[in-house]
């Protein structure tokens, strides 16, 4: 559920939701309540940068008061240990999905590398395994093991030393693996 407001998140908590995306406008009470539920909270790094839509006039008013709650909304998100998935609302913008590892850089004003990989890896799985026989995939998510959908990049360095190598896909990523299939490969030449 696409939630921002305390009132918003707390009706679709009642009406039985999981997940929770964004909910930047949230107060401490729903944010507690997000955790004691075990809701899933789909925090997405909004802020006034290089990568926001940036709307004019009163929506742009709206839009930087959405934003200057993101940093309380991950203060809260960490203080009560809720359940946090990475997303994005990046659709049907090819420039916008070409920044996904941009995005996923933006999460180091809020955690460590190691925590923003495990969020979009481990913790995604679990969270769309809630989509039971409805999911697409059939296999277990968010794990590297026999029998599980892994699909899997090989990272020219360490992006838990260096998240950033994630900004840049056409040269740090050498190898991207989907269902078994290598759909890249610069490590050979043909």
């Known amino acids: 559920m696409h939630a921002y ?13 999981k997940c929770i995306e964004h909910g930047q406008m949230i107060d401490e009470p729903t944010a507690k309540m997000i955790a004691d539920k075990g809701i899933w909270w789909s925090l997405q790094p909004f802020i006034d940068d290089e990568d926001s839509n940036p709307k004019t006039g009163e929506n742009r008013e709206k839009q930087l008061e959405m934003y200057s709650g993101t ?6 998100a960490k203080k009560y240990k809720a359940k946090i998935a990475w997303g994005t609302d990046a659709l049907f913008d090819a420039r916008v999905a070409a920044r996904q590892g941009a995005r996923l850089v933006a ?5 460590k590398p190691v925590e923003i990989l495990q969020m979009a890896t481990k913790s995604n799985g679990e969270l769309l395994a809630l989509s039971g026989k409805r999911s697409p995939y059939r296999g277990k998510l968010g794990v590297l093991e026999e029998g599980a959908l892994a699909d899997m990049i090989l990272v020219n360095g360490d992006p838990m030393q260096d998240i950033k190598l994630l900004e840049d ?4 990523l050498t ?10 490969n610069t490590l050979i030449q043909r």
Do not use: C, H, S
């Open 175 to 184: 190898i991207v693996m989907k269902d078994g299939v290598i759909y890249k």
């Open 5 to 17: 407001t305390p009132k918003a998140i707390q009706t679709a908590i009642k009406a039985g939701v």
């Open 169 to 172: 896909p056409e040269k740090n």
């Open 107 to 111: 999460m180091t004003r809020w955690f």
């Open 71 to 76: 940093d309380n909304a991950f203060a809260l």
